[in-house]
């Protein structure tokens, strides 16, 4: 809660046109080259502070997709969201005009929601729409608390926020667009995965915990959050080269021939084949996952008998993930083992078919993975 004695404490003088230059030309020389999206809001919201001394700044995005304006108002914090005509806001989006407001509880348009869930008392209140270089409306941005003697914004604080909006808009249009680009690849990979696994019947969810085995694995490895996604997001397509694996092999209800598991083999390669062309980080990581994650540690696996450290990390990873699910479900060839078997057997393999360190936080981890087996169960 802001009493007044708190909002005096924090009573600023108007800034002066140098200050002013000083404050855009920092942001911008930040916001120019920043690649995510995340960033370059929370580099909008204190461009705008700073520059219109407000207590408070949101750059609210529309998600026209769900209809919702979103920002982020921190680093780490989930996203804030609210429907796309709440509040002033809102209001402010479809109306395509600016609002200012001395005290948000006095008008009717304000949504004391965002107050309820952020524990602040809004009072004097700036929102101007912003527009991409096409003119459409992509979000507002929205000032809260003029911290001067006056207390309200002005028309030289739509002006300054305009004005900001405008030198971050390339910057903030190509952000969004990247982040487009990479949850539809995201999404691409993941249906790619599942027709993979659609073709070769395996259990319902196998992917998905493939994916979170690896994520669980791979956090617990030491790799950075960033790579522990980037994992997760890859690891279902390891199988995806059996798409190519005719079906009186993939469904074959018993034991393959030699001849016939020579040729399920290929499933690495083809994925690898089909995935290598692409520059994407994305597609190359899951192109080496689908390449190496039959590989074995003591060098005996396929299709290039790589050994130790030579096999990926991200190999490593998925292999120790896949081999657990296939075994603890049920197979068109097999049926689900009991848990301490698959244990068993992982450390009967430790150093010989799979990465000793994998097995290790493999077992550090179980309690996890067999939460996520729950959950994902078919
Ligand atoms: P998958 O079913 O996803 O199995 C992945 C891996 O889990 C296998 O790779 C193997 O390392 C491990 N695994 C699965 N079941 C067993 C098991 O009963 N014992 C042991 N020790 N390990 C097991 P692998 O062997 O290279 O097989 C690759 C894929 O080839 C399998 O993927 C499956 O689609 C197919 N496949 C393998 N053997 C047979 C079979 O006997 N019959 C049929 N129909 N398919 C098979
Ligand atoms: C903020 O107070 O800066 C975020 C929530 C709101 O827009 O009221
Ligand atoms: C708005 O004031 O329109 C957005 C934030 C809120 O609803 O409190
Ligand atoms: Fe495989
Ligand atoms: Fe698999």
């Avoid at 008998?305 to 030579?310: A, I």
Wanted: proline content about 3%.
């Amino acid at each position: 809660m802001h009493e007044l004695q708190d909002l005096e404490v924090k009573l600023k003088d108007d800034l002066t046109p140098e200050q002013m230059l000083h404050i855009i030309f920092h942001y911008i020389s930040l916001i120019a080259p920043e690649k995510d999206l995340d960033h370059i809001l929370l580099y909008m919201a204190d461009m705008g502070r700073e520059l219109i001394l407000a207590d408070r700044c949101t750059l609210w995005l529309h998600d026209k997709e769900n209809n919702l304006l979103w920002t982020k108002v921190a680093h780490g914090v989930k996203a804030l969201t609210m429907p796309a005509e709440a509040g002033l806001a809102g209001f402010a989006l479809k109306n395509n005009q600016s609002i200012f407001i001395e005290d948000a509880y006095k008008d009717a348009r304000f949504n004391p929601e965002v107050d309820l869930q952020t524990g602040y008392r809004t009072k004097s209140v700036l929102v101007i729409p912003i527009q991409n270089q096409q003119g459409e409306n992509m979000g507002v941005y929205q000032a809260i608390n003029k911290m001067t003697l006056a207390g309200v914004f002005s028309s030289q604080d739509i002006d300054l926020l305009t004005l900001a909006a405008s030198y971050s808009g390339k910057a903030l249009e190509a952000a969004i667009l990247n982040k487009e680009i990479e949850q539809t690849q995201k999404e691409i990979i993941y249906l790619m995965g599942e027709i993979g696994e659609s073709r070769s019947k395996e259990t319902g969810n196998h992917v998905k915990r493939v994916a979170e085995y690896s994520k669980v694995l791979a956090l617990r490895l030491g790799l950075s959050p960033v790579e522990a996604e980037l994992i997760k997001t890859a690891s279902p397509m390891h199988d995806i080269g059996k798409v190519a694996i005719p079906d009186s092999i993939l469904k074959k209800p018993g034991k393959l021939t030699d001849e016939e598991f020579a040729l399920m083999q290929a499933h690495t390669k083809i994925g690898f084949e089909l995935l290598k062309k692409s520059n994407r980080q994305l597609l190359k990581s899951a192109a080496i996952i689908s390449h190496q994650h039959h590989e074995k540690w003591n060098g005996t696996g396929y299709p290039q008998g790589l050994k130790g450290e030579e096999i990926h990390i991200y190999g490593r990873i998925t292999a120790v993930a896949d081999v657990f699910d296939a075994l603890a479900s049920d197979r068109c060839y097999k049926k689900a083992w009991e848990i301490d078997r698959v244990i068993n057997l992982f450390k009967e393999e430790r150093g010989v078919q799979f990465d000793p360190q994998l097995i290790d936080a493999f077992m550090d981890c179980l309690e996890e993975i067999l939460a996520l087996k729950e959950e994902y169960a078919d």
